[in-house]
């Protein structure tokens, strides 16, 4: 089983819609939980963190459910400039390396 | 954040031949990464660079393949050695944020093998 698994999509979905991503994790030791941002032909970039307490970040909210062994990443408001591929991250306690998800691609339509 | 240049940002080269990939950053960091990302696939650790040892490579990658230098805390290098056309790839640095674990990433090296 992989370490970490999201829907690849793709997600097209029209300017000004609400679109959630999904991601689960294998390892139940699992400590920190990023949403990262690939744009086409360019490196990945952190969008956020991911805290048990969920937060929020202007139209964008992650939260996670330890119990349940799952990340989301939610986008209101969607622009044009969101169309981009969403990374889940995973670290492991104790590891110092990050395991990525495979990406969810977004593509917002005028 | 740090900022990380990588240089080169792309080639072209031939089977057999070898490339070293450079990594800069503009602050000391303890640990650097490198990643492989292939043609529409997501980012493989390769090896964790530490300045003063030895690189740790992860499972499937040996060193004669890749080998890295870490001379000292802003600086690195990654060869791919005796290429193949498999080894065509992008190839990122990356170092570590130093509050959750987050990591900051290189703009990359896009290597095409002919």
């Known amino acids: 089983r992989k370490e970490v698994e999201q829907d690849p999509g793709p997600f097209n ?29 360019k490196e990945p970039k952190l969008l956020m963190s991911v805290y048990s307490s969920g937060n929020e970040d202007g139209r964008f909210t992650a939260q996670l459910n330890r119990a349940s062994q799952y990340i989301s990443l939610l986008i209101r408001d969607s622009k044009l400039s969101d169309s981009a591929t969403y990374l889940c991250v995973v670290i492991r306690t ?9 990406g969810t691609r977004l593509t917002v339509i005028p | 954040s740090a900022v990380i240049s990588q240089k080169p940002s792309r080639d072209i080269c031939q089977r057999g031949t070898s490339l070293t990939i450079q990594c800069q950053v503009d602050s000391q960091v303890t640990m650097m990464f490198w990643y492989r990302q292939q043609p529409g696939q997501s980012l493989t650790l390769i090896a964790t ?42 190839y990122l640095c990356s170092v570590e944020g130093g509050v959750g674990y987050e ?8 290597l095409t093998v002919t």
């Open chain 2, 103 to 110: 990591q900051y990433f290189g703009p990359g090296t896009r």
């Open chain 1, 13 to 41: 979905v029209p300017e000004g819609a609400t679109v959630a991503f999904n991601c689960t994790y294998s390892n139940s030791a699992s400590q920190s939980f990023f949403w990262y941002r690939q744009d086409c032909r």
């Open chain 1, 94 to 102: 104790g590891a110092n390396n990050l395991f990525f998800g495979t």
């Open chain 2, 49 to 90: 660079a530490n300045q003063g040892s030895e690189a740790t490579y992860e499972s499937g990658f040996v060193i004669d393949k890749f080998p890295i230098s870490r001379p000292n805390l802003t600086f690195s290098t990654l060869t791919v050695s005796n290429m193949s056309p498999e080894d065509s790839s992008i």
